[in-house]
């Protein structure tokens, strides 16, 4: 794939959700009664600066994600995913046109992530390099061993992170490249700080949960509910 875009995303849905147990995988599971997977390829697809989605599906089983993805007509490549998310990322990249600026990666576990977070991302990653969202730590928090509270952790300076996130093209290559497989990588960004790229972080999406679990999914119905159907 040679074409010049500005930002490709990269939707990764190759897991196999072993924490939710369910077959199919949680990323064909209804949620307000369309897959978590749809709602991902959605927000994407209405993200203005978003030119081609380039979809990670699972390599054991890739029909069912490409009948979903026959939709939207702005998904142009679909590919098989690996045995970790890192591996799925990397092969969406693979794939990335050589003229790509900016790629966004974004998780099909979060199905409540709109496009105007997208463009948030996007328009920090244009400016520094790499934007990521977060959201500041409310609750206290705390180091435990065994059971026991070894210390409480200043929370001042802590933020959860979400998906999605961008990057220079340039710079997220490197960091797959570079970055040894033995490095603990639960998401991008943490390839880019392992090589001291600076990543910024924008205010994240409050009810941008992950799906992890049964329980995600029905919080996830709740929060869904509430804000109606349409894409914040
Ligand atoms: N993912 C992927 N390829 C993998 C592992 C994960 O594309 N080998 C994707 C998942 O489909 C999901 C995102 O990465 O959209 C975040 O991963 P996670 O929430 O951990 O999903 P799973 O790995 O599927 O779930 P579990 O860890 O419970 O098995
Ligand atoms: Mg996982």
């Not at 939207?72 to 990322?89: L, Q």
């Not at 992530?113 to 934007?131: D, N, S, T, Y």
């Not at 961008?166 to 943490?190: I, K, M, Q, Y």
Request: glycine residues 8%.
């Amino acid at each position: 794939m040679a074409d010049r875009a500005e930002v490709v995303a990269i939707l990764v849905a190759a897991g196999r959700g072993e924490r939710m147990g369910t077959e199919p995988p949680k990323q064909f599971l209804p949620l307000g009664g369309v897959p978590l997977l749809t709602h991902g390829l959605a927000a994407l697809s209405s993200a203005p600066s978003v030119e081609t989605i380039i979809l990670v599906v699972p390599q054991e089983d890739p029909a069912p994600a490409r009948a979903l993805a026959a939709s939207f007509p702005r998904v142009r490549r679909i590919v098989p995913g690996g045995m970790t998310r890192r591996a799925s990322v990397a092969a969406g990249l693979a794939v990335v046109g050589e003229g790509t600026d900016y790629v966004l990666v974004h998780d099909a576990a979060r199905p409540l992530a709109g496009p105007r977070l997208a463009e948030a991302v996007l328009a920090a990653a244009r400016r520094w390099g790499a934007a990521i969202p977060g959201v500041p730590v409310r609750d206290t928090v705390k180091q435990v061993a065994g059971g026991e509270v070894v210390r409480t952790v200043p929370r001042e300076s802590l933020a959860t992170i979400q998906t999605p996130q961008a990057f220079r093209t340039d710079w997220l290559r490197r960091a797959h490249e570079e970055v040894p497989a033995t490095a603990a990588a639960p998401d991008d960004a943490a390839l880019l700080e392992v090589l001291g790229l600076p990543v910024a972080m924008v205010e994240g999406q409050r009810d941008n949960l992950k799906v992890t679990d049964p329980e995600d999914l029905a919080l996830a119905e709740i929060l869904l509910a509430r804000r109606g159907r349409g894409p914040s």
